[in-house]
């Protein structure tokens, strides 16, 4: 009886092949895709591609301007900001993609059940209701005032502060996705619930998923650099793009290139992030797919 089931259908298009198309029409996305892969090689190989050891001191070199010896200037300690730039983009990438794999596995769970059984539904949506009442950067801010400053610590602040809207998203398909008729027809056959979630409702959640997941991305980085400005990320010790630009804030004004560099990084990685989570968004979904 199980096999009378029906799953979704599936597109009448391959997913590479609409993945092809939509970057074909939105040459931004590509753009974006080849920047954030960019990124992500300098964070792999930032070790090699530093001039020197990013906590390396020289007093008689502080505050020199950009040059053929330092690419991006001194700062007030002569350590090397190109190299401290690099080794920064290891952080924030990797705060980034961890607070969207966490936020997004963490709200999807969550967010399966919470859709699927409305006694659930009714006590954790509160719950998420009051989380999402609370700016992220606050949220975070609050959390990392309970704790030392880490990375690890601030990937779970981080992803406290992600996990509602994720729950939300998640939530809003599977009201949606229960009605349906191979559901309906799942539960007639006496399927059992996890199967039900698991093999009906989760594979048409994924491509929503992949693209807030770029978004929760983007966001998580903005957030890492936020809460290092402030000094509430993390400790001065390790660099970070928030950590180099809080180091050179009283010195914009004699030296603006210490703040320069790593805010174009930053503003470069999370643009390419959200190009390429748009060119997703008009791969995966299959109205604007048809509509191209």
């Known amino acids: 009886m199980a096999d009378l089931a029906l799953t979704a259908p599936a597109s009448t298009s391959p997913t590479w092949l609409r993945f ?50 330092s690419l991006f200037g001194t700062d007030m300690l002569g350590r090397d900001v190109y190299s401290r730039v690099l080794h920064g983009s290891r952080i924030s990438l990797t705060v980034g993609l961890a607070v969207a794999l966490l936020s997004t596995a963490l709200g999807l769970a969550i967010g399966l059940v919470t859709g699927y059984l409305r006694w659930v539904d009714a006590i954790v949506m509160r719950i998420m209701d009051g989380l999402m009442s609370i700016p992220p950067v606050l949220l975070a801010i609050a959390l990392m005032a309970l704790t030392k400053a880490s990375v690890g610590n601030v990937v779970i602040a981080i992803t406290l502060a992600e996990i509602p809207r994720v729950v939300r998203l998640v939530r809003s398909l599977v009201l949606t996705l229960r009605e349906q008729p191979y559901v309906e027809a799942a539960v007639a056959a006496g399927t059992s619930l996890p199967k039900i979630l698991l093999r009906h409702i989760l594979p048409n959640t994924t491509a929503p998923l992949l693209v807030q997941a770029t978004y929760v991305c983007a966001s998580a980085m903005i957030t890492e650099a936020i809460l290092s400005f402030i000094g509430a990320g993390t400790p001065p010790n390790i660099p970070s793009w928030g950590n180099i630009m809080a180091e050179a804030r009283s010195l914009f004004q004699i030296a603006g290139y210490l703040i320069f560099f790593p805010a174009v990084f930053l503003s470069l990685t999370v643009l390419a992030v959200n190009l390429l989570g748009d060119g997703m968004r008009d791969a995966l979904d299959p109205r604007l797919a048809r509509r191209m």
């Open 20 to 69: 092809r198309n939509a970057f074909r029409r939105h040459p931004t996305a590509i753009f974006g895709g080849v920047v954030l892969l960019i990124m992500i090689l300098i964070a792999i190989f930032a070790p090699w591609l530093a001039s020197a050891d990013p906590q390396s001191t020289v007093p008689s070199l502080r505050l020199k301007p950009p040059s053929a010896d």
